[in-house]
């Protein structure tokens, strides 16, 4: 039966070709919608690798600040000393402009055994910004104070980044070369990467390097942790004092707040996309039901002979069924053949099992809808009187 | 091999019932090549339907060789078409999208023949009927008296013991319809097939062993011929 429907299927090439090229259009842009579910749902499932809860952070304008490095360095010892010293601080950093869910990124590339490694997040951190984060130390330490004014640059990598530099092998004590490998850095800590970017999207790699006293001139950013039951009345008091302190402009954020903005980025994006891809299967699938109708009557004849010389009202609607899901699979083959470029050529950056997986959803979820909108076609083919249709043709 | 027994048929609408045919009573024997005759509307081709059981009766009782169908589900009444029973139509109804010999090999697909099994049984039909020059032509390709001979190649693959022919020669000239008679005389004679033939030409029913003519859904002549 199968090798008779394919010959009637080739026959019909052209008359087809509005069917074959609707199903191709739908699992393309399925296939594409599918993907990004997966890639948003795999970086969603991973661990966020920091809490952000009961964390703000204080932007203010350092230009009013004094441009002496040391004089800074003193300044910010003790704004910090003071900052803690408030019950509602549980912990205080500074931090460079891209702390997580700020729109400021900074990248650095770094050298091993001759291999370039590019687009690596690039942190620059206080001392107690694992506290403040509570970001978990996978292996060796975190930064001390000391660390600032070490003979060796210290960085503390991630858990990606280590994979990439040196896989399972132990990361801590090894030196890696900066992008121009002109100097060593060594690793003396890895800890759990952190989705800074919001919770659909990856953590990528990356480095954190210690504030020395030369940055404290472009530092603009304090992350602190409140104590529970920290409220508006205490971010008044909060902001007052470091508007005195600085003497300049003083903004106050919710991270909280900042991760909500940073994860509608991803899914408002998503939800557009979602709202116009579906309102195209719905056309499409009224197309489909549309299509084998017309087919139907068109074939009332074929349909009539058909049960005149054999065949049952089941068999002629499994036919009709099986011609719908044998054109849908000549479309997904060459669907597949498209899709299958996207890991092989690397697209978007989004991972080769996130597509596969997408392809795979894609191809069931064709399979439903074809299934769904011939299925009551077929139905009504089956329930076609014989004489009747002898008779019409 | 066929018995009708007070055959009544009634199509009904929502407002008006027509009495198609109105206690009929027939008797065909095996072997047997009978011709039915009748003005247009006498109900020739809806009893050819109950005999090939393509319709139900209203009423009344239809035995073929011996089994009464009354109860049969469709599938077994499919089975049943598909294994005693081959149709020629007079529109030939052959299906344009698919080549002669596929289109003759249609009824062997029901009953899951192999490929090899059905291209030689589909090949020596239409060497009977003298087409086996036009396997992989498309019907589309055909003239009327060809596709007629198709129709009949169609008919015979399957070895029935039956054909119902509605109108066989009434979409062709003369010649052409004396060409498709003979084909069926022949089939009749040496395969001992039995016929039932609908048709509006007298001298086609001639050739028959027994015409029955029909009015008003009634039978009311039965003239044996040969």
């Not at chain 1, 690397?346 to 299934?371: E, W």
């Not at chain 2, 016929?195 to 509006?200: F, R």
Request: hydrophobic fraction near 40%; include cysteine; charged fraction near 20%.
């Amino acid at each position: 039966m199968f090798k008779h429907l394919f010959k009637l299927i080739w026959n019909k090439r052209r008359q087809n070709f509005l069917f074959l090229s609707e199903i191709l259009v739908s699992f393309l842009v399925i296939f594409a919608v599918f993907s990004f579910l997966t890639y948003y749902y795999q970086n969603y499932s991973k661990p966020l690798g920091f809490d952000y809860k009961r964390v703000w952070c204080i932007n203010y304008d350092n230009g009013e600040l004094t441009k002496n490095n040391d004089s800074l360095k003193i300044f910010y010892d003790n704004l910090q000393k003071a900052l803690k010293s408030m019950p509602q601080i549980e912990e205080v950093a500074y931090s460079g402009a891209n702390y997580p869910y700020s729109d400021s990124f900074s990248s650095t590339g770094l050298t091993q055994n001759g291999k370039k490694f590019d687009y690596i997040a690039n942190y620059t951190v206080g001392t107690d910004y694992k506290k403040v984060w509570n970001v978990p130390l996978l292996e060796g330490r975190w930064f001390l104070p000391e660390d600032a004014v070490s003979n060796n640059k210290n960085i503390v990598i991630n858990e990606t980044l280590k994979k990439q530099l040196f896989g399972h092998a132990q990361a801590t004590g090894k030196l890696i070369g900066n992008y121009d490998e002109k100097e060593k850095l060594k690793v003396i800590g890895v800890v759990q990467d952190i989705k800074a970017s919001g919770d659909f999207l990856p953590a990528g790699s990356a480095i954190f390097n210690p504030i020395d006293t030369a940055f404290h001139k472009y530092t603009h950013n304090i992350l602190i942790k409140v104590r529970e039951g920290a409220d508006a009345t205490f971010e008044s008091q909060l902001y007052k004092f470091m508007a005195n302190t600085v003497k300049n402009a003083v903004e106050i954020q919710h991270l909280n707040e900042m991760r909500d903005s940073k994860n509608k980025q991803t899914i408002i994006p998503m939800v557009i996309f979602i709202i116009i891809a579906s309102f195209l299967v719905i056309n499409v699938a009224l197309g489909l039901f549309g299509v084998l109708w017309y087919n139907i009557n068109k074939r009332k004849g074929e349909i009539g002979l058909r049960r005149a010389i054999g065949a049952s009202g089941r068999s002629v609607s499994y036919q009709l069924v099986m011609e719908a899901v044998i054109l849908a699979t000549i479309s997904l083959m060459v669907g597949c053949f498209f899709a299958i470029q996207f890991p092989l050529l690397g697209v978007f950056n989004i991972p080769t099992s996130a597509y596969i997986i997408a392809m795979l959803l894609s191809v069931a979820f064709i399979y439903v809808l074809v299934l769904l909108c011939s299925f009551y076609p077929g139905k009504q083919a089956a329930g076609i009187h014989p004489a009747v249709a002898l008779h019409e043709e | 091999m066929i018995r009708l027994q007070n055959i009544e048929k009634v199509y009904r609408t929502d407002t008006v019932e027509t009495l198609a045919i109105n206690g009929i009573s027939l008797d065909v024997a095996k072997g047997e090549f009978l011709s039915i005759m009748g003005p247009s509307g006498c109900g020739k081709s809806t009893l050819l339907n109950i005999m090939g059981l393509l319709d139900e009766p209203s009423k009344g009782n239809i035995k073929i060789d011996e089994q009464d169908i009354s109860r049969f589900s469709d599938q077994k009444l499919a089975k049943f078409r598909n294994q005693k029973l081959g149709f020629i139509f007079q529109s030939y109804h052959l299906i344009n999208d698919l080549r002669v010999l596929d289109n003759v090999e249609l009824p062997l697909l029901y009953r899951n023949s192999s490929a090899k099994e059905r291209k030689i049984l589909a090949t020596a039909a239409l060497e009977k009927v003298g087409l086996s020059n036009r396997l992989k032509h498309f019907p589309t390709q055909l003239s009327g008296g060809q596709r007629q001979r198709v129709a009949i190649a169609r008919a015979i693959v399957g070895n029935p013991q039956i054909i119902l022919a509605d109108e066989p020669t009434g979409n062709l000239d003369s010649a052409m319809g004396n060409e498709i008679m003979d084909i069926l005389i022949n089939l009749n004679k040496n395969e001992g097939t039995t016929i039932v033939m609908v048709t509006h030409d007298e001298s086609m029913a001639h050739k028959t062993h027994r015409l029955v003519r029909l009015f008003d859904g009634s039978q009311f002549n039965n003239q044996k011929l040969c």
